[in-house]
T-cell receptor
Framework: GAVVSQHPSWVICKSGTSVKIECRSL??????MFWYRQFPKQSLMLMAT?????????EQGVEKDKFLINHASLTLSTLTVTSAHPEDSSFYIC??????????????FGPGTRLTVL | DAKTTQPPSMDCAEGRAANLPCNHS???????VYWYRQIHSQGPQYIIH???NNETNEMASLIITEDRKSSTLILPHATLRDTAVYYC?????????????FGKGTRLSVIA
């Protein structure tokens, strides 16, 4: 199946700093990628839909000025957590669908990035 | 997308079949049943999906009732590495910009 990677796999930062997380589709082009956040012992929560060449679409309650999404190319989307605070500590996961894989195929997920804000 | 209901947790002995149920009584005719799993601290992994017929692949089998209001994911010979949270998701066939929406899933513990 298609492969989605994320970098870094984990990051620790000080409160008030910004952190960038990269999501790459390694062997396919993705016009759309999705960003999720997962707190301990909870399910994945969709944060935003990242569209190549246009603005991201954010879910209700997600601050677009705090979570900056840039879909720079067909294989790369970045999520920047600006002015991070301890409550932003979470597991961030991206996903993408390979449009060439079939009409009802699965969505592929990255391995996740664990962010810890001190 | 139709709502799904899954038991919060289940145990299974290693080597035995794990049968994970999912209720989706409001499923529409054009909605598929998808199963994903998430091993601790990893991204979700696709397992299987189906519309009406039962499906089988190298990972699991999916049994969908005739009225499509419920389904069961079967891991035929569970191993310790199958310990994970299993998510049942009902949705129409995906287009490029429709995300998966996750419920709470079932936490499966495979016990030696």
């Amino acid at each position: 199946g298609a492969v989605v990677s994320q970098h870094p796999s984990w990051v620790i930062c000080k409160s008030g700093t910004s952190v960038k997380i990269e999501c790459r589709s390694l062997d396919f082009q993705a016009t759309t990628m999705f960003w999720y956040r997962q707190f301990p012992k909870q399910s994945l929560m969709l944060m935003a839909t990242s569209n190549e060449g246009s603005k991201a679409t954010y879910e209700q309650g997600v601050e677009k000025d705090k979570f900056l999404i840039n879909h720079a190319s067909l294989t790369l989307s970045t999520l920047t957590v600006t002015s991070a605070h301890p409550e932003d500590s979470s597991f961030y996961i991206c996903s993408a669908r390979d449009p060439a894989s079939g009409l009802d195929n699965e969505q592929f997920f990255g391995p996740g990035t664990r962010l810890t804000v001190l | 997308d139709a709502k799904t209901t899954q038991p919060p947790s289940m145990d299974c002995a290693e080597g035995r079949a794990a049968n994970l149920p999912c209720n989706h009584s409001t499923i529409s005719g054009n909605e598929y049943v998808y199963w994903y799993r998430q091993i601790h601290s990893q991204g979700p992994q696709y397992i299987i999906h189906g519309l009406k017929n039962n499906e089988t692949n190298e990972m699991a089998s999916l049994i969908i009732t005739e009225d499509r209001k419920s389904s069961t994911l079967i891991l035929p010979h569970a191993t310790l590495r199958d310990t994970a949270v299993y998510y049942c998701i009902v949705r129409v066939a995906p287009s490029g910009n429709t995300p998966l929406v996750f419920g709470k899933g079932t936490r499966l513990s495979v016990i030696a």
